[in-house]
T-cell receptor, first 113, second 115 residues
Framework: EAEVAQSPRYKITEKSQAVAFWCDPISGHATLYWYRQILGQGPELLVQFQDESVVDDSQLPKDRFSAERLKGVDSTLKIQPAELGDSAMYLCASSLPGLPTQYFGPGTRLTVL | KQEVTQIPAALSVPEGENLVLNCSFTDSAIYNLQWFRQDPGKGLTSLLL?????REQTSGRLNASLDKSSGRSTLYIAASQPGDSATYLCAVRVHYGGATNKLIFGTGTLLAVQP
């Protein structure tokens, strides 16, 4: 069964360093989402792509976060510089355009020291 | 602004019990409501999706209901098993500018089923 792939699964970094997360959606899924889930809370949407275009990045802290999906397939989320408050699980999800069901990857657990 | 609340935050039950998880939302203008399961340190798995025009959905031992007018949904789990232990999240899909829509999640209910 096709799955959303994410790497790395775990990342520990120091404050002010740069980190990057990678996501490979299910083949054929044109819509890709990045979520941040702080411990004990529900996921919050950071950015949504339709193919290579950003359709919603209203909750993305653009002074330090960036996301790209250059060829409309896999995607990278970057944080520079990382802050203590960025410690969270970063989840990627994908869906077929127009369909509501999102398929989630296993996530990347980020710890900022 | 849409807010999603889940009660209780945590629940512990003995194996075999039937249980109900609650979800409430503040704005009834939703496209659908979805229940997810999240195992510790893992991603989310979709359990049930209820369209705004529907009242309930069933899958195996799970039954989800939706009362859009009162802003409530329940997830009923019959004959609970230790393997049901996980965090259960509900999310509503709402319109968000232009042609986009987004999921708004609750904070989840942590369920522990004791053998």
């Amino acid at each position: 069964e096709a799955e959303v792939a994410q790497s790395p699964r775990y990342k520990i970094t120091e404050k002010s360093q740069a980190v990057a997360f990678w996501c490979d959606p299910i083949s054929g899924h044109a819509t890709l989402y990045w979520y941040r889930q702080i411990l004990g809370q529900g996921p919050e949407l950071l950015v949504q792509f339709q193919d290579e275009s950003v359709v919603d990045d209203s909750q993305l802290p653009k002074d330090r976060f960036s996301a790209e999906r250059l060829k409309g397939v896999d995607s990278t989320l970057k944080i520079q510089p990382a802050e203590l408050g960025d410690s969270a699980m970063y989840l990627c999800a994908s869906s077929l355009p127009g369909l509501p069901t999102q398929y989630f990857g296993p996530g990347t657990r980020l710890t900022v020291l | 602004k849409q807010e999603v609340t889940q009660i209780p935050a945590a629940l512990s039950v003995p194996e075999g019990e039937n249980l109900v998880l609650n979800c409430s939302f503040t704005d009834s203008a939703i496209y659908n409501l979805q229940w997810f399961r999240q195992d510790p340190g893992k991603g989310l798995t979709s359990l049930l999706l209820i369209q705004s025009s529907q009242r309930e959905q069933t899958s195996g031992r799970l039954n989800a209901s939706l009362d859009k007018s009162s802003g409530r949904s329940t997830l009923y789990i019959a004959a609970s098993q230790p393997g049901d232990s996980a965090t259960y999240l509900c999310a509503v899909r709402v319109h968000y500018g232009g042609a986009t829509n987004k999921l708004i999640f609750g904070t989840g209910t942590l369920l522990a089923v004791q053998p």
